[in-house]
């Protein structure tokens, strides 16, 4: 008596997911029919051509700078200081006065050193005089003449002190900060301050051994520079190559000259450095935002016509390898051809399939170079 209400209560139950699933199957059956209804409106995109361009070959590193003459001027001799006639951070000329020592001992013994040797000079010039005439005899002329000598190295030796004691810049360069005060007794090897010679300026930098070909005496190299304003580029030509390759790296060492106008490099900087070969190579190019970068392969969208639909345009994605960028434009080393349209801009919204329509009325004007505007 109590098994047939079960087995009302279970038939009820499975008359209801019945009725559910049919009436499940019907709702998505409609809106199957309906989305095959629905036309999806074509995306409206800018496109760019695949161009075939010829870019400059170079060779990019990693440089510091070196004036081209520098040098910590330091005093030779102790001495006083009695004067510091430079400014910090001027320029000088070759032979300028720096920094004068208390010479007052040493400008009173020259006065007696050439007194004596005024006093020998004449009686080496008696003697010569009475040799010719055999009044004295050699030996006299001879201690007559060594006396003369003597006397003018003593002479000589004082006038080296007090230059050595008036130190003064050894080439034109731009000074650094003072490091010595009027009044302070300096010892030798005492630094005074920098002197660097500015303009040109040198810089060093390596290469791997795969381009020694490409390095060469006379190339021109660009130089740029966070140090530098905006899209600054300086210029200048590789002036030696080191004749061996180091062990340790297998790098080859290069130094250039580059102009330096308004001393805006300094040395130790670090600079960006291109060497421009002699020769261009070919490249197909496409602008930069055209490509939807991923971590597994990068990807641009070609625009093609839709075969298997109503003859509109689609876009198709296509896996390619970039190469170098410049500018605007980044190279394609493979997966696109010629003449082949790509979207230009605003690939993210993409998918592979999609109809579109072209308009490239707001399409952005590439440029190789481009300068960032202030505004």
Same mark, same amino acid.
């Given at each position: 008596?109590?098994i047939?209400? !079960?087995?009302?209560?279970?038939?009820?139950?499975?008359?209801?997911?019945? *009725? !559910?699933?049919?009436?499940?199957?019907l709702?998505?059956?409609?809106?199957?029919?309906?989305s095959k209804?629905?036309k999806?409106?074509?995306?409206?995109?800018a496109?760019?051509q695949?161009?075939?361009?010829?870019?400059?070959?170079?060779?990019?590193?990693?440089?510091?700078?070196e004036?081209v003459?520098?040098?910590?001027?330091?005093?030779e001799?102790?001495?006083?200081?009695?004067a510091?006639?430079f400014?910090?951070?001027?320029?000088?000329?070759?032979?300028d !006065?720096?920094?004068?020592?208390?010479?007052?001992q040493?400008?009173?013994? !020259?006065?007696?050193?050439?007194?004596a040797?005024?006093?020998?000079?004449?009686?080496?010039?008696?003697?010569?005089?009475?040799?010719?005439?055999?009044?004295?005899a050699?030996?006299?002329?001879?201690?007559?003449?060594?006396?003369?000598?003597?006397?003018?190295?003593?002479a000589?030796?004082?006038?080296?002190?007090?230059?050595?004691k008036?130190?003064r810049a050894?080439?034109?360069?731009? *000074?650094?900060?003072?490091?010595?005060?009027?009044?302070q007794?300096?010892?030798e090897?005492?630094?005074i301050?920098s002197l660097?010679?500015?303009d040109?300026?040198?810089?060093?930098f390596?290469?791997? &051994?795969?381009?020694?070909?490409?390095?060469?005496?006379?190339?021109?190299v660009?130089i740029?520079?966070?140090? *530098?304003?905006?899209?600054?580029?300086?210029?200048?030509?590789?002036?030696?190559?080191?004749?061996?390759?180091?062990?340790?790296?297998?790098?080859l060492?290069v130094?250039a000259?580059v102009t330096?106008?308004?001393?805006? *490099?300094?040395?130790g900087m670090?600079?960006?450095?291109?060497v421009?070969?002699p020769?261009?190579?070919?490249v197909?190019?496409?602008p930069?935002?055209a490509?939807?970068?991923a971590p597994?392969?990068?990807?641009?969208?070609?625009v093609?016509?839709d075969?298997?639909?109503?003859?509109?345009?689609?876009v198709r994605?296509?896996?390619?390898?970039?190469?170098?960028k410049?500018?605007?434009?980044?190279?394609?080393a493979?997966?696109?051809?010629?003449e082949?349209?790509?979207?230009?801009?605003g690939?993210?919204?993409?998918?592979?399939?999609?109809?579109?329509?072209?308009?490239?009325?707001?399409l952005?004007?590439?440029?190789?170079?481009? &300068?960032p505007?202030?505004?």
């Amino acid at each position: 008596m109590k098994i047939k209400p !079960l087995l009302f209560g279970i038939g009820g139950i499975v008359v209801v997911i019945g *009725l !559910l699933a049919g009436t499940k199957t019907l709702q998505i059956g409609t809106l199957i029919k309906t989305s095959k209804k629905i036309k999806i409106l074509p995306e409206v995109v800018a496109t760019s051509q695949v161009q075939q361009q010829s870019w400059e070959s170079l060779v990019t590193a990693v440089g510091s700078l070196e004036a081209v003459q520098g040098v910590t001027v330091a005093a030779e001799l102790t001495g006083k200081v009695v004067a510091i006639p430079f400014e910090p951070g001027g320029r000088v000329k070759a032979g300028d !006065l720096l920094v004068q020592q208390d010479i007052s001992q040493e400008t009173a013994q !020259l006065r007696a050193a050439e007194a004596a040797a005024a006093l020998a000079q004449v009686t080496f010039e008696r003697a010569r005089k009475m040799l010719a005439t055999k009044v004295v005899a050699e030996a006299n002329y001879d201690t007559a003449e060594s006396q003369f000598k003597q006397s003018l190295a003593q002479a000589d030796t004082i006038r080296a002190i007090i230059a050595k004691k008036t130190i003064r810049a050894p080439f034109s360069g731009r *000074l650094g900060i003072r490091l010595i005060h009027i009044g302070q007794i300096i010892r030798e090897s005492t630094p005074i301050v920098s002197l660097q010679s500015l303009d040109p300026i040198l810089v060093n930098f390596l290469v791997p &051994q795969q381009q020694l070909a490409q390095v060469r005496p006379g190339y021109p190299v660009r130089i740029t520079s966070d140090g *530098l304003p905006a899209g600054q580029v300086v210029t200048g030509a590789i002036t030696a190559v080191n004749p061996e390759i180091d062990l340790a790296s297998r790098n080859l060492r290069v130094q250039a000259t580059v102009t330096n106008q308004g001393e805006l *490099l300094r040395p130790g900087m670090f600079v960006n450095v291109a060497v421009v070969q002699p020769q261009s190579s070919p490249v197909m190019v496409i602008p930069a935002t055209a490509v939807l970068y991923a971590p597994y392969s990068d990807s641009v969208f070609i625009v093609e016509r839709d075969q298997a639909g109503e003859g509109g345009q689609v876009v198709r994605q296509q896996f390619v390898r970039l190469g170098e960028k410049r500018g605007d434009f980044v190279a394609i080393a493979s997966g696109l051809a010629p003449e082949q349209t790509v979207v230009a801009t605003g690939v993210f919204k993409l998918r592979n399939g999609q109809p579109v329509t072209i308009d490239n009325a707001l399409l952005p004007d590439f440029k190789l170079a481009p &300068q960032p505007r202030d505004d």
